[in-house]
């Protein structure tokens, strides 16, 4: 994009941008690297898109992830008296300190690397049977058929969540995908009361009989760490909507990238003990996060020479500062193995890094490699030109992904 071209006020909010954001991306760094967006509500929020000014702001304690603040905008801007559904007001995302420590301690305690990389052999066995039932000649679409399902089962094993209940956390998943609060058919307020019914109704089944899973691990953890049924309820809330959702789209992405570089692929293959190392790379590049969660400031604040005012939303850019010169000098819109430190932002900084981050990486490894392990010659069954991006303010997933799973001959 040429650095004289003028940005509707909506600029982030187009789909030219959201098929292709990094060329855009590129001149406001450039020219505006603290830019207004417009919303066709008559709001605004400011965007950050500089990988220092970045992750600066996501240290800063003035930019606020408490979810009442939030919601006490929203109050003041429309006029109408709103509150943050329990479900979603209780989980460390959406908490600051004081609160947000004691429940990060919690989650850590409870979301270990050791208990992600326990789950590793299962995952494994998650992927090959849902590569069984992709494999055949006709074209596969390994959205709905891979990179969706397969954080959903995970979580929901994590969780303890016994596998017959597992097509209904699919289809709880796909709603509070699809559905926003202000859709007039009632879907989304619909799905949040069936999944906060069967989650209240498995923690006291947990309550009672704990196993080896994350909600017995918060429930029967030790006083100091304890959670109210409230709490654990929202967390589980949590991992069902932003954990499935940041995971889908990093497994999609990371899928789209192999097969659209395949020498990295068989490289990959061919030196399998680097795909644990490769795996910063591939998020740096594929970018699966659009946008940090937002934040409100609480008082004025300066970023990259900018004041912006109390009581404005800050939108941070991860998939900006991902591709920032200033942070990857070396060919930043490339993905390359070999890139030294490819220090991200996909997870976060400060104390609202992703407690997630490990085992989201488990999983889009696991992913992708026994994907090229057991079907080396999969290849997209349509130009990569052709591949869609659906329209997110947070992730960036694929709308499908056609793989023809088998090379040409058999």
Not at 38 to 64: E, I, M, N
Not at 313 to 341: A, E, G
Not at 378 to 384: F, G, I, Q, S
């Amino acid at each position: 994009m040429a650095a004289t071209r003028t940005l509707s006020k909506f600029w982030m909010l187009t789909n030219e941008f959201t098929q292709n954001p990094y060329p855009v991306l590129e001149h406001v760094r450039r020219e505006s690297p603290v830019r207004e967006l417009a919303f066709p509500d008559g709001s605004r929020a400011w965007v950050v898109t500089r990988y220092d000014d970045a992750k600066a702001a996501l240290a800063d304690p003035r930019l606020s992830r408490d979810i009442h603040v939030h919601y006490r905008l929203m109050e003041r801007r429309t006029g109408c008296p709103m509150a943050p559904p329990p479900e979603e007001a209780n989980h460390l995302a959406n908490q600051e300190p004081p609160r947000h420590t004691p429940l990060r301690r919690a989650i850590s305690f409870a979301f270990t690397p050791r208990r992600a990389e326990a789950l590793r052999p299962r995952v494994e066995e998650i992927a090959d049977r849902l590569l069984d039932d992709l494999a055949g000649d006709a074209p596969a679409d390994l959205i709905t058929g891979y990179a969706d399902p397969l954080p959903v089962i995970t979580i929901a094993e994590l969780m303890g969540v016994p596998a017959d209940r597992w097509t209904d956390f699919l289809r709880w998943s796909a709603a509070l995908r699809t559905y926003s609060p202000t859709d007039p058919s009632g879907r989304l307020q619909s799905t949040i009361r069936e999944l906060s019914d069967y989650m209240a109704e498995l923690i006291a089944c947990k309550e009672r009989e704990p196993g080896e899973d994350l909600l017995s691990a918060l429930i029967h953890a030790d006083p100091e760490r304890r959670l109210t049924s409230t709490e654990i309820l929202s967390t589980g809330f949590a991992l069902m909507t932003g954990g499935n959702d940041t995971t889908a789209s990093l497994v999609g992405g990371v899928l789209a990238a192999l097969l659209t570089h395949p020498a990295e692929r068989q490289r990959l293959l061919a030196e399998p003990g680097r795909w644990t190392a490769s795996m910063d790379e591939l998020i740096r590049y594929v970018s699966p996060i659009s946008n940090a969660l937002q934040r409100v400031t609480t008082e004025p604040v300066e970023l990259g020479g900018v004041t912006i005012p109390a009581d404005e939303v800050v939108v941070i850019c991860v998939m900006s500062t991902n591709r920032d010169t200033d942070q990857f000098p070396d060919r930043p819109d490339d993905l390359d193995l070999d890139r030294p430190k490819p220090a991200h932002l996909s997870f976060g900084h400060g104390i609202h890094y992703c407690s997630g981050a490990h085992l989201a990486k488990v999983i889009t490894e696991v992913s992708a490699r026994r994907l090229f392990e057991r079907f080396p010659e999969a290849r997209l069954a349509v130009d990569p030109a052709r591949l869609e991006y659906e329209q997110n303010v947070v992730v960036r997933p694929l709308k499908a992904l056609p793989v023809l799973m088998r090379g040409p001959g058999h």
